[in-house]
């Protein structure tokens, strides 16, 4: 069982940065893969960033490619979401979720509570 808790989120102007955080529970956190996904209003959730147990496999949706870089610490039990260059489009509530690295991107198996990323013009 792994339970999960983003931080980070909040107001950013367009151009600027953030970082999320979503710190794990649970012994076994280094074993699964971690992904981050969001939803923003009126849309689908949608697939953003994953990384895999050992941090040396990473697939980021196309939409983010080149702003957005994800990250784990697995001593702390942590996995991170940098972004920059932030765009309207980025305003969302975003997800962190764990689970195998086979299906990480389609069914994870465990899901945080969610952080509001809100980007202004």
């Known amino acids: 069982q792994v339970q999960l808790v983003e931080s980070g989120g909040g107001l950013v102007q367009a151009g600027g940065s953030l970082r999320l955080s979503c710190a794990a529970s649970g012994r076994t956190f280094s074993i699964y893969a971690m992904a981050w996904f969001r939803q923003g209003p009126g849309k689908e959730r949608e697939f953003v960033a994953s990384?895999?147990?050992?941090?040396?496999?990473?697939f980021n949706a196309d939409s983010v490619k080149g702003r957005f870089t994800i990250s784990r610490d697995n001593t702390e039990k942590t996995v991170y979401l940098q972004m920059n260059s932030l765009q309207l489009e980025d305003t969302a509530v975003y997800y962190c979720?764990?689970?195998?690295?086979?299906?990480?991107?389609?069914?994870?198996?465990?899901w945080g509570q969610g952080t509001q990323v809100t980007v202004s013009s």
């Open positions: 990384i895999n147990w050992s941090g040396d496999s990473i």
């Open positions: 979720a764990a689970g195998r690295g086979d299906t990480i991107r389609s069914r994870p198996d465990y």
